[in-house]
């Protein structure tokens, strides 16, 4: 089967075997903001082309943005909980038993001030690929990003997730904020500047959990600097401390519960250590996740 | 006397009588990042020309920016606790007798992750001068802003301080996150659009309160436009209401203290307003306290 993760800014596929393995994989810098509007079918046509022409039956399931009311088709989220089941019984059909898209899912979270959405496209299968590789059925996931998503699953079912937006805040507190000024350009040598930036931003993290919030710990970056306290790269690893340390000062993994983070680069080690330093052990797992996601619902997918 | 507001992007002058009422005023837009750094012994004789020449005894005190690292004459931070008379003891003259800059304050904050300096230049001269106006020597005071400054008082002295950069982070989340492309353009036209922009902001200011956290509550804004559940503008006043929200739930102000907010324009307002959401009442007091500060200081001035 071909397996897609076509997302915001980039397509990403994988032939894979009839255990699910991957054969060969595919990428291009072609996601939602860089295609027209009408561009999906074609976009898919000639990065595949290829693949399809040697195989011309092979089956194909796409997650991500692909599925959103500006991708190709829009697959109406689906409500928590939901698992493997719900999910592939919600495949949207794009060429009948040929090619579909996972839906996403929606949340609803808040309370007294009123119900707030919270919605995923492509992480879903992440998370069914994880739970497969893993073998769990209860667990705690993250899925660190621009968007990170905290995910809680029973019994095998999403019954909860939460979306923090710390990858994006991070960066706009690194080049757009007054702090930039202070720090080193995100593009530069990472040469070191005599002190640790591990250090800093295990700093950054204890400091988020202290009382003042997360508007009045940003301003100790420049104070810092101001008073010669930390470098310019520790400052960075100092602020990435903050905010990382901010999302687990709000969601407060419960360490008796399996944790898993779904990533293997820079990013998802941060979250490891930024977990370990309050007492959470995390596992991490990459890439695969996505691709054995794809499998294990296109296993269970009932063609309309 | 010639009292000078001189920040990072303004320079306001007041002239006072011998009771410290004002006789007339001037700004422009010549601060910190106007100006060459050599550049402010020429722009103060240059914008105060007119005065100092029908007066030219008129004694001058400044506030602000103008006494930083880059200012006119660097005024070294005091540290608290300091009040009215540690401030005017610790002037720094550039003209013996004639013409003087109060210090910034130093505060330090942070446990055991480390100590974390704050900073401030301006507001202490506020802070004096609303006490001054009031009768009080025991209060908490709020300077809304680019970087808000919550400040404790007791027994006449400033004890501790925090700065929160709420202004500077709402800006960024509303023009450069990807939640700009739910909100209507910041200098756009202030019509309604259905909606209550107050409700909403008082909406934000709830669900500040609740669990889940600023990064996780941001991307309410952007859930609640996909699913239609508010405009453009109450999605603006809503943002509104998380931000400061945040602010209030971190500080967690005291009820049974006197409680000052320190301006007057529609900042303050809405400060006000999440303020008696929470059950804490406050009073405004305006751009009179900068000025009045500044002739309380130099009351107590003792010339080198």
């Known amino acids: 089967m071909l397996a897609v993760d076509w997302g915001t800014t980039q397509l990403r596929g994988a032939l894979l075997d009839a255990d699910g393995r991957m054969i060969d994989g595919h990428a291009a810098p072609r996601g939602l903001l860089q295609l027209p509007t009408d561009g999906w079918a074609a976009a898919f046509d000639a990065e595949f082309g290829a693949w399809l022409g040697r195989w011309p039956d092979l ?3 796409m997650c991500g943005m692909v599925g959103s009311r500006q991708g190709w088709a829009e697959a109406p989220y689906l409500h928590c909980p939901a698992g493997v089941h719900e999910l ?5 059909w794009i060429r009948p038993g040929r090619l579909a ?14 119900e707030v959405p919270d ?12 739970l497969a590789l893993l073998g769990l059925a209860d667990a705690t996931l993250v899925l660190p990003g621009t968007h990170s998503k905290w995910v809680q699953v029973t019994d095998g079912r999403i019954t909860a997730f939460q979306t923090h937006m710390s990858g994006e805040c991070y960066a706009l507190f690194r080049q757009h904020s007054i ?3 202070s720090l080193p350009p995100p593009d530069g040598p990472a040469t070191e500047d005599g002190g640790s930036v591990d250090d800093a931003f295990d700093r950054g993290v204890a400091r988020a959990a202290e009382a003042g919030g997360l508007l009045h710990h940003l301003f100790g970056v420049r104070t810092l600097q101001l008073f010669d306290r930390l470098g310019a790269r520790e400052l960075a690893g100092y602020l990435s ?64």
Not at 102 to 113: K, N
């Open 59 to 61: 089956p194909s399931l």
């Open 101 to 114: 898209v996972v839906p996403g899912l929606a949340a609803q979270t808040g309370g007294e001030a009123g």
């Open 179 to 181: 702090l930039a000024r």
């Open 241 to 304: 401390g903050l905010v990382i340390g901010e999302e687990l000062r709000a969601v407060a993994p419960d360490p008796r519960r399996a944790l898993v983070i779904v990533g293997s680069d820079g990013l998802a080690q941060r979250y490891r250590r930024a977990l370990l330093a309050r007492g959470v052990t995390a596992r991490c797992i990459g890439d695969e996740a996505g691709w054995r996601g794809l499998f294990e619902l296109w296993r269970r997918a009932v063609p309309p």
């Open 88 to 92: 592939a019984a919600g495949l949207c």
């Open 119 to 130: 919605v995923m496209r492509g992480e879903e299968t992440q998370v069914v690929g994880a």
